[in-house]
């Protein structure tokens, strides 16, 4: 399923490469159409966000009346939950369908040959048979960026134009440990999540105390679980795998929070004018 996503995401990509003529730029339009096919799904976790704040006052109610019973308290929230016309679970898709974009935009970097251009299999593996064979055995860690950049200006077929405001995007960071220029979209990266994640806390926040919910009442509800799991676990994820991929990947990351923190910015104030209206 990932290659297929990844295989998708290509076509878009090398459209907008053929477009711009720059992989950077073309990673950064590609983003922003992700994030504006994502909308829907962001809209809708806002709206279950504000949605489960308004509801922790009964989830107090269920707590102190069932404290003693867990399995009836198990029961009464799942009810409340459908009385509301509120999946305990909905925050889960937009979990899976995160996590699925984030390895098939992985699979996508690590092989733009064979899910961008959608060069021939056949010659992708002669050219890294002959690199093997010059570097007696040695294998790549990724292959195709190999052949970019060795063959690239040899061969039109395999050539990508990685550089971006003087980035190669197809270094990797933990290959490049003497140019500290690579750190530099990862720690802009991390930087954007931080203030992302000071965001959600304080949004959550917010909420909390426009409802007077306490803490052990949030403790039961499993969207605001989920929704903070995710808040930690995502950039904790995204971050290991950026230092070990090619910069193309630490790239759209980094624009996508850029569009995440505008999108929680923009729909927040929307979604209080809609419910002040």
């Known amino acids: 399923m990932i290659s297929f996503f990844a295989n998708i995401f290509g076509y878009v990509l090398n459209w907008f490469y053929e477009f711009v003529g720059n992989y950077g730029l073309a990673i950064i339009l590609f983003s922003v159409v992700l994030k504006l096919i994502m909308l829907p799904i962001s809209i809708k976790q806002q709206k ?3 949605k489960s704040a308004k509801i ?17 308290l198990n029961q009464e929230t799942l009810e409340l939950y459908k009385t509301e016309k509120m999946s305990p679970f909905s925050g889960c898709f937009s979990a899976i369908a995160q996590i699925l974009i984030l390895f098939a935009v992985f699979y996508l970097v690590r092989s733009p040959l064979t899910y961008m251009k959608k060069v021939d299999t056949e010659l992708i593996n002669q050219y890294t048979t002959e690199m093997e064979q010059a570097e007696e055995g040695k294998k790549a860690t990724y292959p195709e960026i190999a052949v970019i950049k060795q063959k690239g200006a040899e061969d039109e077929r395999v050539y990508i134009n990685m550089e971006f405001l003087g980035l190669d995007l197809s270094s990797v960071p933990t290959q490049s440990l003497n140019d500290w220029r690579v750190y530099i979209i ?3 990266y ?10 959600t806390t304080a949004m959550q926040t917010k909420k ?11 403790e039961l509800d499993a969207v605001a679980q989920a929704n903070k799991s995710m ?29 995440m923190i ?16």
């Open 48 to 50: 279950t966000m504000k």
């Open 208 to 218: 909390k105390e426009e409802s007077g919910e306490s803490k052990e009442a949030n």
């Open 56 to 72: 922790q006052e009964k989830m107090r109610v269920l707590q102190d009346k069932y404290k003693n019973n867990p399995e009836k």
């Open 186 to 188: 990862p720690a802009l």
């Open 262 to 277: 505008v999108e929680r910015m923009v729909l927040n104030r929307f979604l209080k004018n809609e419910e002040e209206a």
């Open 231 to 259: 808040s930690y676990i995502m950039p904790i994820m995204s971050v290991s795998i950026a230092i070990i991929a090619p910069l193309g990947l630490a790239l759209y990351w980094l624009i996508s929070n850029l569009l």
């Open 190 to 199: 991390v930087l954007t999540s931080f203030i992302s994640m000071r965001m």
